[in-house]
Each structure stands twice: as structure tokens, then as C-alpha cells.
């Protein structure tokens, strides 16, 4: 008899660390210092319960949801993440294709390893391009100007990484991008340290500190915001106060996220800072978005009731990918979207708006 497919997200989890060498792999798995932030983030989830609610008619299941005027098939999307030729040799091709397939939002990373273009060419979705505030303005502005061309439709600026996470896993390996891979939206110039490895550090800590501005505040944003028409998202925030700060200056959503555990260590999980940040925005309307440690199409519905309008997934799309291309990923993100609408059956609430704050009780967590 033949070996069934995967039953669950982690199944892609054991198929990718098969195929991966031990440095990529720590390179995706790792986090930040002692890793406790990452442990937060699934521990989370643990702590969650779910209220159902019975004789409700949940014949059909309506996971389709709407996002800075798109429609999408599920709120369930895909994290930006970088070096995708890391984990196959269609790299960011292969994660829209699986993306398209699923009708989620694919959120590409400034360091993709395809072009722009590329990725833009296969894509049957929504794409966003995620930012780092490069020090050479002059690159931001490049980007920018060819994410708008290509038709993306947002730009996500990833505010949590002045400066990279201690990744001692990183460190100890002297992880650097190998070469025949790069962040070619960059000029190679910008992108040389990336690929230099030196025993005891990482090459990314070291790009980071050249490439990226650490001294941008809030005030730099109209900048950005002068430069494009296109719907402008913050991510990695986890306090009401920066919440508000954010509305306050024209943010068009918010993602509650710590960078999956890779940037300060000892941050909140997710989860934790979720509500807080839904309660502090989510009257102005201002979209909330969530990532961290979602595992399962049950993890989604969590932070879906809890206020999130959609999910993001870093790593578990790298295993779909890692493990089989764009049907990797196509068959993760359909996974969690179909354990979300089995959730939403079982918990008698049928369409998005029903998974609200009385479908969960999130238990306090542990100080960490
Ligand atoms: C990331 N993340 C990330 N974030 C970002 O804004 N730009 C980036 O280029 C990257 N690159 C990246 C690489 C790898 C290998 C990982 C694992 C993560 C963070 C990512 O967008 C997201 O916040 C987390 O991955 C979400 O947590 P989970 O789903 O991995 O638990």
C-alpha cells in the first residue's frame, strides 16, 4: 500500500529536515538567543481552548475573507521569508505557484532569491513585497517603484530588525548565503557580506548591521508613504502603544508578530500580544494581521477569534517547499485552511465573522 500523504502540518516538518543539509536547516528552524520567544510562541497555543457551539448549520463552511480590497480564499497566507532558493530550485516561483493554487496572500520578502518580475509572472494571488528600511534610500525607492509595476499590492515594512537576532545557531555554523543563491532584487554590491562566511558569525548579522538603517523612526514613514500609492503594512508590532502609533501614522494594517522568535528574545508570544493590539486598533479599522507559530488550521482559528483578520505562515511553508515545490506548499496552506473550516464546523461557526472573541479562552501564560 502506498505511504498516505501528510496528515498534518508537521508531517512537511519531518520531510524537510530529510532533505535539508544541517546549516539551512538551523537556519530556518532557529531563533534568537535561548529560543524562548520561539518556545512562547507554540506553548501559546496550548493555552487556548475553544467554545463551541452546537446545532448550528455548518454545511457549508466559508473560509473567503477580504484584505485591503482583495478578495481571498482563506485568511491563512504566507509569511515573508528569504532565500526560498534555499530550500528549492524554483525557490519564490514555486512558493507563488503553491501560494496561487491555495488562493492565499503571498507576502514575498525583499531578500527573495527570484526576481520581482519572476515571482509576479506565476502568481495567481494577491502578492505584497516586504521591506527592510535599507540604508541606500535610493534602493528602497527602486523597489518600491518596481513592486508597483509589477502589480503587488502592498508593502509590508518589517519594523522589528534594526539589527538581526542574536542566532547563535547561525553564529556557530558561520551561516552565510551560499553563493548561486542571492536576494537578486538587490544590487550584488549591497548583498557581498551576505555571502561571506567567517567561523563564529553569521553573515546575516553582519549584512543586516551594513544594509539596514537602524536609526529610522516613526517620522520616516511619510517618506515611504510620499513614495507610492500602494496600501502601506507594519509588521512586528506587539503593543497597544506602537498599535496606536502606527494608526497615527497612516499604517493600512498592522502585523502582530516577533519575527517567529528570531529578533528579541524574551518578546511576548504572539498570541499573548494579539488582543492587546486588536483592542488598541481594531475600533479605528485598522486590519490586524498575525504570525508566530501557527502549526494547524486550529492554531488559525485562535487567532482568528481572538481578532486577527488573517494568519501568516513562515516556516511551515518553507517545509511545503522544502519538501515538495509548489505542491508543498499548496498542500500546507490547503491543510490549515481545511482544519480551519473542520474547526469552524465542530465550533458551530460557520463563516469568519462568527469566529469571534467568544469561540476561545486563552489561558494566562507562564511569565516566561
Ligand atoms: C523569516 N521572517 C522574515 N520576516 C521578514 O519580515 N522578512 C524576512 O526576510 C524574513 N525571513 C525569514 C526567514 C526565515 C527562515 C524565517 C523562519 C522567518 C519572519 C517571518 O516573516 C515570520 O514572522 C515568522 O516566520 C512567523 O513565525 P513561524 O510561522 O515561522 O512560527
Redesign the pocket.
Known sequence: TATPGPLRIEDYQDLAQRRLDDQVWD????GAGTERT?DA??CAFARVTLRPRVLVDVSACDTGTELLGAPLATPVGV?????HR?LHPDGEVATALGAGAAGALY?V???ASRTLEEIAAEAAGPLWL?L?WLRRREVLAGLVERATAAGYRAL?L?V??PQLGRRHRDARNGFAVPAGISAVNLDPALMASAHRSDAGRSALAVHTAEAVDPSVTWADLAWLRARSELPVVL??ILTAEDAVLAVQHGADAI?V??????QLDGAPA?LDALAEVVDAVGAAGCPVLF?????SGADAFAALALGARAV???????WGLAADGAAGVAGVLGLATEELAHTMALAGRPALPAVDRSAVVLAPGPAQ
Open positions: 537556519f530556518v528552524e532557529g520561539v510562541n507554540r509569511a515573508p521569508t528569504a532565500y534555499l507576502v520578502s525583499v531578500f516586504q527592510y509590508v518589517t522589528d530588525a509588521k512586528g502585523v508578530s516577533n519575527h517567529g522568535g528570531r504572539s504570525d508566530g507559530g501557527v502549526r501568516l505562515l513562515g516556516r511551515p511553508v518553507l
